[in-house]
């Protein structure tokens, strides 16, 4: 029992033995904090992917070259893993609105088949839902459309989407709901409730679109707004303009997307795009189809399982005569999953470095100590103290600093990253200083996820540099001259 009552004694007699175990707290919560957020950007990312897209996703070979639809489908059919598809329609185009112009892609789906195959529905805000954001958000804005012209506090609200998306208890839409945003009729109460002035100029409302929520809540465009959309023909060139009703938002998580995208009716796209076929032309073309997978056969994480079903499509899709190009979900948007990963590991070897910093203080520290308790060490000795039972109150003393420092550094890590959005908004509402802004890392919160392998990994290092740095000074005590130095006491 000396040795563990000496090496607490040790450990509380010296102000650097305290710098060493505040090190080694601050670069362990440092560690984690970096690892949690960096693992939650990380599984957003990939949940935002897989969210937006399905399992799959076939191509066409050019910009409309998905020419038979039916026949891909009808053939991707048996394979017994495919569950649902989807047609879509993606195109680059701008929209003007008064005298602002912006870039964006306008996103033909159908809504019914969208929500099948991703989490189209779970996304969309019901009209009440959206109502009350804006009621709260822009307040005094009345139902003539008149905006409030107070400036919106974007992360309070982003903050209220999300809870409200993310509320467990919260369905995702049904069919009819999911129409209803491309109806006539929702169409003309939107009109008529949020712009009377244009009932008159519109008798037949243009066809409804489903923009960002960020776009609603800062003001880039209102509810019954009416856009001209203008992107350029697939097969002459030739610009081409539509105008659509804004009359429903989504909130993805993915800021970029929501920013940038116009959901439109997949029919309305691809009628609009096919102004200037040829009369003998075939009128039923898509840019291509997603494809859901059944998860209970396929896991979302098995990439082997889903490359093996991959093959199979891409067998299938060449019975039906067609070239198209078959890409899994990880596959659309792979660059931006290997750089993250890459910027993760980097990261980690970066905030290392402060972890082997902290294991020279602790051997600076025992080395100090050793030297200055060599009388006491010799007490000992004289004692009949054996050599090995010098160098455990050392080791212990050492390995107390590093582990008490990882088991608080852990705790400080965790209470912070759990908390980091609200430390963020915080810190936004003292000095307006945004520090994740959306509009760069896409994501309209910050996201944080604890992984087992993570907090392993801020666990080992520390325990392992404390127990390297305190062997040195440890094997080295009872190889000193004690005996000599107490002949004279």
């Known amino acids: 029992m000396y040795q563990y009552f000496l090496s607490l004694r040790f450990f509380r007699s010296r102000f650097l033995t305290l710098a060493a175990f505040l090190s080694t707290m601050f670069g362990v919560a440092m560690l984690l904090i970096v690892q949690s957020v960096m693992g939650g950007y990380m599984s957003q990312l990939k949940e935002n992917i897989r969210g937006q897209e399905a399992h799959l996703r076939i191509i ?100 209220d989407v999300h809870s409200l998306l993310s509320d467990p208890d919260r369905e995702p839409l049904g069919d009819e709901e999911l129409r209803l945003f491309f109806d006539l009729e929702w169409r003309i109460e939107i009109l008529k409730k949020h712009r009377p002035l244009l009932v008159k100029e519109f008798p037949v409302p243009p066809a409804g679109i489903i923009v960002g929520i960020q776009s609603l809540l800062d003001r880039q465009l209102m509810l019954g707004q009416v856009l001209t959309v203008i992107t350029l023909s697939p097969d002459t060139g030739r610009e081409i303009s539509e105008r659509f009703l804004v009359t429903g938002a989504i909130n993805t998580g993915d800021f970029q997307l929501d920013d940038s995208t116009l959901f439109a009716d997949v029919q309305k796209v691809r009628n609009l795009l ?3 076929l040829d009369q003998n032309a075939s009128p039923y073309r898509y840019q291509g189809l997603r494809v859901s997978l059944d998860e209970n056969q396929v ?82 000795m004289s004692l009949g103290a054996p050599p090995g039972g010098i160098t ?26 759990a908390n980091i959005n609200e430390i963020h908004d915080l810190i936004y509402a003292v000095s307006g200083v945004e520090l994740f802004p959306a509009e760069i890392y896409q994501m309209d919160r910050i996201p944080v996820h604890f992984y087992p392998a993570d907090i392993l990994w801020c666990t080992l290092p520390p325990v392992i540099v404390g127990l390297l740095a305190s062997l040195v000074p440890a094997t080295w005590a009872p190889r000193r001259d004690p005996i000599g130095s107490i002949q004279y006491e």
């Open 60 to 159: 066409g070979n050019g910009p409309l070259g998905l020419k038979n639809l039916s026949d891909v489908e009808d053939e991707i059919s048996s394979i017994a893993e495919v569950v649902g598809s989807a047609p879509f329609i993606e195109r680059l185009a701008v929209y003007r609105s008064g005298v602002s112009i912006k870039p964006v892609t306008l996103a033909g789906i159908d809504p019914v088949r969208q929500a099948e195959v991703s989490d189209f529905a779970s996304y969309l805000l019901r009209p009440n839902e959206l109502n009350e954001l804006l009621r709260k958000h822009h307040p005094g804005a009345d139902s003539a459309g008149e905006e409030a012209l107070a400036e919106v506090d974007m992360p309070l609200a982003i903050g």
């Open 274 to 276: 096919n102004r200037d």
């Open 299 to 380: 896991a979302i994480q098995d990439l082997d399982a889903l490359n093996n079903v991959r093959n199979e499509v891409v067998l299938a899709i060449a019975r039906s005569g067609s070239l198209l190009a078959v890409q899994t979900w990880p596959e659309i948007r792979a660059n931006l999953l290997k750089a993250v990963g890459i910027e993760k590991l980097l990261v980690y070897f970066i905030v290392l470095i402060l972890i082997i910093f902290t294991g020279s203080m602790i051997l600076l520290m025992l080395t100090l100590t050793v030297i200055e308790k060599t009388k006491d060490v010799g007490v000992l």
């Open 392 to 417: 455990k109150i050392f080791l212990f003393n050492g390995l107390l600093i590093s582990m008490a420092g990882t088991a608080l550094g852990l705790a400080l890590g965790y209470a912070f990253s």
